[in-house]
């Protein structure tokens, strides 16, 4: 089997290159260059933990966050480390009262662990989670606002929105959805699980109450690195998922969010020390920048989209406005199966990697659920990737 050729870029990274990898969105691909900066700075933190972790982490994080900061548009003081954007959903959550009777809104899109988070905070308070159903496919971006607000009522206390959703690759439209929700005295916690490094964001213009985000994903840093913002005026009321020290122990200088966040037990920081690192390595990768990868892999997305709807001759589930760096399409009806057991993978997923070696999530979406596949594309792939995704689901 003769796979096709990577990118002239592929070295940087550490992948396989026996595998076509085309699923960088479900937990990225660190590049080499910053793999060895976390190996460096772990064998530093070993030498002398004490040393490491008391006298030298908290400015190592101050500046790893104030690079964050500045790609978000936000100050630093907005902006604490996690491990993933799922544990600053559950952050959010947990340190919000609802009270019995109150709701709580999201979308079907939303991804199942953070959905489970929103589930578990209404059983605690005695509220009611709902599911707003937006469709899929769409004609447009204003389908899922309409789809949103239908789901509003007085009750609704907040509503957790994706940026990209997971499962269906759409780029919702927050910045709208966060306006018209305030307006209607809703505050939004945002899942930008997938946004940073795929889409460009504005926390200060956008000025959601939360949102929470990963950097091990589109901003290739090491695996465990995510981040959570608050409002300022909310602050106060936001613990972490895990409580520590900060819970009763102020730090002078240090405002009440990195107080209570900066040291929640014992872990490895060096994910969240490589941050700055691996945002600076991705403005470095082209020609042009940050702006020019997210352009880049953003037209090989759309590119991929287009040659397999043609070569499957299906329909394109959403206009090319509403994708970023993913895009999710329903297979044809001859790829159709039964659902796999929940947890499982698909058997269609695992024939793709054992016969063509191809690395791509088939999900089962929807109801009634279909199979779907959705394509990602960093600066690794290639269109010829994508050729072979296609030529190998003729066959399915």
């Not at 159709?336 to 054992?354: F, N, S, V, W």
Request: charged fraction near 20%; aromatic fraction near 6%.
């Amino acid at each position: 089997m003769q796979l096709p050729a990577p990118s002239a870029w592929a070295t940087r990274w550490a992948l396989d290159p026996a595998i076509v990898f085309l699923n960088h969105g479900s937990f990225g691909a660190c590049p080499r260059e910053i793999l060895d900066l976390q190996t460096a700075l772990r064998a530093r933190m070993e030498a002398e933990p004490v040393r490491f972790l008391v006298r030298e982490l908290e400015p190592l994080l101050d500046a790893s966050r104030l690079r964050l900061a500045q790609l978000l548009h936000t100050a630093p003081d907005n902006l604490v480390f996690v491990q993933n954007a799922t544990t600053g959903v559950n952050a959010v959550v947990r340190s919000l009262e609802f009270q019995p009777g109150d709701e709580i809104l999201t979308t079907d899109h939303a991804y199942n662990a953070c959905q489970c988070a929103l589930a578990e905070a209404a059983r605690r308070a005695g509220a009611r989670l709902v599911v707003a159903r937006v469709p899929f496919p769409l004609s447009n971006a204003e389908e899922v606002i309409a789809a949103v607000l239908a789901a509003v009522t007085p009750r609704t206390r907040l509503a957790m929105i994706d940026h990209v959703t997971s499962p269906t690759a759409l780029v919702f439209p927050v910045a709208q959805l966060v306006d018209v929700l305030a307006k209607l005295g809703v505050e939004t916690l945002v899942d930008g699980a997938h946004t940073p490094g795929m889409v460009p964001v504005d926390l200060d213009e956008l000025r959601p109450a939360y949102y929470a985000g990963n950097c091990h994903k589109w901003l290739c840093a090491p695996k465990g690195a995510g981040f959570l913002y608050v409002r300022p005026d909310l602050q106060e009321h936001i613990q972490p998922a895990v409580i520590s020290h900060g819970y009763n122990t102020p730090r002078p200088g240090r405002n009440v969010l990195h107080t209570r966040f900066d040291w929640v037990g014992t872990l490895d920081p060096t994910p969240w020390l490589c941050v700055g690192a691996a945002l600076d390595w991705c403005d470095a990768l082209l020609p042009g920048g940050f702006p020019a990868l997210l352009q880049h892999n953003r037209e090989l997305a759309c590119t991929a989209r287009r040659l397999l709807c043609a070569e499957l001759e299906v329909a394109p589930p959403c206009p090319e406005t509403m994708l970023g760096a993913m895009a999710t399409l329903a297979l044809p009806a001859r790829c159709q199966g039964a659902p796999p057991p929940p947890g499982a993978i698909d058997p269609l997923q695992t024939r793709l990697l054992e016969h063509y070696g191809i690395e791509v999530p088939v999900v089962n979406w929807g109801v009634p659920s279909r199979r779907h596949v959705r394509l990602s594309a960093q600066a690794y792939n290639t269109r010829a990737h994508f050729e072979w995704l296609a030529e190998a689901l003729t066959t399915c």
